[in-house]
């Protein structure tokens, strides 16, 4: 009976043994699967936060789109207008040594002492004062002239 009994005592020494590892499996397993979780949710966050930041930039990149185009074009006119100023400076530059060589023939205007254009100024500021003086009469003429003839009546 004692080797039954060790037996028994063997045997229950090795089911204590089993349970307490299927403790211990069953508990790393829940360990594993709440860390799993927890990893999920982070994930799943992260992945919210991408979420929201593609359709952000999604939204905002077809302004960067319009924003490179508009660019691309701002350098096309830009060296065409960096064309236009060389030719213009080099134009400049012809022009100026065109003056420098013809300066030597250059006069300053010779200022007239003739009296007859200032007095034919004149004659022309008293007909036009005679004319405007002439349409002045006329106008009152124009207006006084009916009332009297509705006064003689």
């Known amino acids: 009976m004692a080797l039954l009994d060790m037996k028994m005592q063997h045997f229950n020494a090795m089911k204590d043994a089993l349970l307490a590892n299927d403790q211990d499996k069953a508990a790393l397993v829940d360990r594993f699967r709440e860390a799993v979780r927890q990893r999920d949710h982070v994930r799943s966050q992260i992945d919210r936060v991408r979420e929201k930041f593609k359709e952000k930039f999604a939204n905002n990149f077809v302004t960067v789109k319009e924003i490179m185009n508009v660019l691309a074009e701002i350098d096309t006119t830009a060296k065409k207008v960096h064309e236009g100023i060389a030719l213009a400076k080099a134009a400049s530059d012809e022009a100026k040594s065109v003056w420098a060589a013809t300066a030597q023939y250059e006069q300053p205007p010779i200022v007239s002492s003739n009296d007859q254009s200032l007095e034919y100024l004149n004659k022309q500021n008293s007909v036009m004062s005679e004319i405007t003086t002439k349409m002045q009469m006329m106008q009152r003429e ?11 009546f």
């Open 142 to 152: 124009r207006y006084v002239t009916p009332f009297l003839y509705f006064r003689a």
